[in-house]
């Protein structure tokens, strides 16, 4: 007997939920930066991966020395200037890749950078496999060849699903750079273990 064909549309959000999540995207960085907190990522697939967002990093574009786009737009970066919802992600220090999501509108190169989520229960994977940036990628099977993909598209293993928003967010600097060091710019659910490193101080 012929074994079913996965469908290229399990676990896409319906119209109205997609909807709400393209306005969430289309807000500036650091609102969109916010609003994903709670939301979750599904990487699709026979065996699929739910993960809750707890942990991100707005990144503001042309006016922000620690974005990739304030030196312009290169091939590697041209992505962050897609609509919202387009996938951005990069190859750090030989090891390591980081997902990011196109927020704001096209052609305005603001993004998120996704940092820390927690398994879902029925996901199958530890509970720490998503705590940072680049641990996240390899959970979720991310790399530079996923960049430019739509979140919304039935063709991109990636997609994200509406969740429960945290009781109380926390913001602080952003971790690891060394340009505009001191904005606070990065949000995160407080009461979560998977957050991925402690703030030097809190906003």
């Not at 603001?110 to 994977?125: H, N, T």
């Not at 940072?132 to 979140?151: A, E, I, K």
């Amino acid at each position: 007997m012929p074994q079913a064909r996965p469908d290229p549309t399990a676990e896409m959000p319906g119209p109205a939920e997609e909807r709400r999540l393209r306005a969430l995207l289309g807000q500036p960085p650091e609102h969109a930066a916010m609003a994903l907190l709670g939301q979750v990522l599904v990487r699709r697939g026979r065996r699929p991966v739910r993960v809750r967002i707890v942990e991100t990093e707005a990144y503001l574009g042309a006016g922000d020395p620690a974005a990739h786009a304030y030196r312009g737009r290169t091939p590697r970066n041209a992505p962050l200037w897609g609509p919202p919802g387009t996938l951005y992600v990069y190859f750090v220090y030989g090891m390591h890749h980081c997902l990011n999501l196109t927020v704001d509108r096209e052609g305005v190169p603001g993004c998120v950078l996704i940092r820390a989520a927690e398994p879902l229960g029925d996901s199958g994977v530890p509970a720490l496999s998503c705590r940072g940036p680049g641990r996240l990628c390899r959970t979720l099977g991310l790399t530079v060849r996923d960049s430019g993909r739509d979140l919304f598209d039935p063709r991109t293993p990636l997609t994200l699903r509406e969740g429960a928003a945290p009781r109380r967010v926390a913001v602080s600097p952003r971790v690891g750079i060394r340009q505009a060091a001191d904005r606070p710019l990065r949000f995160f659910d407080p009461t979560s273990h998977a957050v991925s490193a402690p703030p030097r101080h809190l906003v």
